[in-house]
């Protein structure tokens, strides 16, 4: 196994002066973060690190994608999305209303699009993915917080609170979490 850190571009070196960026192509992203023991995204010529996922986060990837199969739609997780080539995020859980296209990525927008919210995820960057998302043509986009037990669907640029996850009930989500989680 095979530790990794990333450098950002904001952050300081030890003389305090702001260390310069040095944007990735894809193949160096490949090379130097394919490895890792944590799970990166590449994006816009950085590696961002996913956020670490938990026994729920886990188990809720996998409730709602079999209730999203159960409503008609063809759901599969941690798949890459290659739309651009600047960016190739890896959404928790993507579905679509037909089958894939016979290929390894994504690259078009999808029908629903949802990130399962982790302690350590950066806010700001999951608003510039739903931003891309709805971009690139992703018709239903959510962020489920386990923290809380929210769902939020991205409209617009805003996240909106609601109960409903493509015709699912938010309720039978947590209802389906708490038959196989916890005592």
Not at 76 to 100: N, Q, Y
């Amino acid at each position: 196994m095979r530790l990794c850190a990333v450098v950002r571009s904001n952050q300081f070196r030890s003389e305090g002066k702001m260390a310069t960026a040095t944007l990735l192509t894809f193949d160096q992203f490949l090379e130097k973060y394919g490895d890792c023991d944590r799970s990166y995204e590449f994006w816009y010529g950085e590696a961002i690190p996913r956020g670490m996922p938990t026994v729920v986060h886990g188990l809720l990837q996998q409730i709602i994608m079999r209730l999203l199969c159960e409503a008609g739609l063809i759901a599969a997780s941690e798949v890459e999305l290659r739309v651009e080539p600047e960016a190739h995020p890896r959404p928790d859980v993507i579905a679509r209303g037909t089958k894939f296209p016979v290929k390894p990525y994504p690259t078009e927008g999808l029908e629903v699009v949802v990130e399962v919210i982790s302690e350590d995820d950066k806010f700001q960057h999951l608003r510039e993915k739903c931003r891309k998302y709805q971009e690139w043509g992703c018709r239903l986009i959510y962020a489920v917080d386990p923290s809380d037990r929210s769902v939020s669907e991205w409209r617009d640029g805003s996240f909106i609170l609601t109960n409903e996850l493509a015709n699912i009930s938010v309720a039978r989500i947590w209802e389906e979490l708490d038959k196989v989680y916890g005592e």
